[in-house]
T-cell receptor, first 113, second 108 residues
Framework: DTAVSQTPKYLVTQMGNDKSIKCEQNLGHDTMYWYKQDSKKFLKIMFSYNNKELIINETVPNRFSPKSPDKAHLNLHINSLELGDSAVYFC????????????FGSGTQLSVL | AQRVTQPEKLLSVFKGAPVELKCNYSYSGSPELFWYVQYSRQRLQLLLRHISRESIKGFTADLNKGETSFHLKKPFAQEEDSAMYYCALSGGGNKLVFGAGTILRVKS
């Protein structure tokens, strides 16, 4: 009965491909996030959505497009994958805003070859 | 701009020794500070937040606005404390900014 689930857990793909990562939370939270963790374990916010609306876009390339069909889901689509996109991507949610406790998914390890 | 600095990438201590993981922040407004922890093969999870003023698993952290610090402390380290620790700052709104993280290694 996982609170924040993301799929797939691992994603290995070639440069230039398009891929998606899905995220769902069953906590009834209003706010969802995507974070990128690089090889040095640095966690950087990419996007934040509140009630299906984009609130934060942290200078992420246009190749990354988040989509929130409803407030329980926040998917991440990546076009034209590049080597530098290789990282672990974490989805998270919170009740309302970043001042609340964030609940994280288990991460998606993306490897671009 | 919100910024969080964790100066140590790795902190290695012996079991039973005191632990202090350093965190300094930069923010012009009134910050909310957090410590998150990631144990091996587990999800990133909240350890504690300054607003709660609580002790979790023996860890405490005091917000020092004068020194803009929020160091995490534990008087006696245990092997199960070994993990990656992230300090994080929210300035309100929907943005939580993390520090670079510190790996705590507790040796027996």
């Amino acid at each position: 009965d996982t609170a924040v689930s993301q799929t797939p857990k691992y994603l290995v793909t070639q440069m230039g491909n398009d891929k998606s990562i899905k995220c769902e939370q069953n906590l009834g939270h209003d706010t969802m996030y995507w974070y990128k963790q690089d090889s040095k374990k640095f966690l950087k916010i990419m996007f934040s959505y509140n009630n299906k609306e984009l609130i934060i876009n942290e200078t992420v390339p246009n190749r990354f497009s988040p989509k929130s069909p409803d407030k329980a889901h926040l998917n991440l689509h990546i076009n034209s994958l590049e080597l530098g996109d290789s990282a672990v991507y974490f989805c998270a949610s919170s009740k309302q805003g970043a001042g609340e406790k964030l609940f994280f998914g288990s991460g998606t390890q993306l490897s671009v070859l | 701009a919100q910024r969080v600095t964790q100066p140590e990438k790795l902190l290695s201590v012996f079991k039973g020794a005191p632990v202090e993981l350093k965190c300094n922040y930069s923010y012009s407004g009134s910050p909310e500070l957090f410590w998150y922890v990631q144990y091996s093969r587990q999800r990133l999870q909240l350890l504690l937040r300054h607003i709660s003023r609580e002790s979790i698993k023996g860890f405490t952290a005091d917000l020092n606005k004068g020194e803009t610090s929020f160091h995490l402390k534990k008087p006696f380290a245990q092997e199960e404390d070994s993990a990656m620790y992230y300090c994080a700052l929210s300035g309100g709104g929907n943005k939580l900014v993390f520090g670079a993280g510190t790996i705590l290694r507790v040796k027996s």
